[in-house]
């Protein structure tokens, strides 16, 4: 099942608990949008007068990890252990929240056998 979320201002939504909520103890799997801090250019010298600045958009999946780093959107792409409390996590991307354009919240139904071996 697929719910998505989209805020015109997903700043005040991740600041509101929208995203997800401080009191559950699941990491959400969302889809985030976010504006990237770049340089603007492929290094070297650039010339002034044909330089047209260009914004960079990125798209990240994975896990919400709640209240990791104040002012930022915390967003891991693997677990290891229970996904709504990992022992260890891995791909960690600090997103500041001024930086987030849109948040799509998926909903993912485990298994009940997800620890399984057979699985």
Do not use: K
């Amino acid at each position: 099942m697929l719910c998505v979320w989209r805020q015109t201002d997903p700043v005040r939504a991740v600041l509101m608990g929208e995203v997800y909520d401080e009191d559950d103890e699941t990491w959400p799997i969302v889809v985030c949008q976010w504006r990237d801090a770049s340089s603007g250019s492929e290094g070297g010298w650039v010339d002034t007068a044909t330089y047209e600045p260009q914004e960079t958009h990125v798209l990240t999946v994975g896990w919400v990890w709640p209240q990791c780093l104040e002012g930022h959107l915390t967003i891991v792409s693997s677990v290891i252990g229970i996904p709504n409390d990992p022992d260890t996590v891995g791909e960690i991307t600090h997103i500041p929240l001024e930086n987030v354009c849109s948040v799509y919240s998926l909903a993912a139904h485990l298994p009940v056998n997800w620890f399984d071996e057979n699985f």
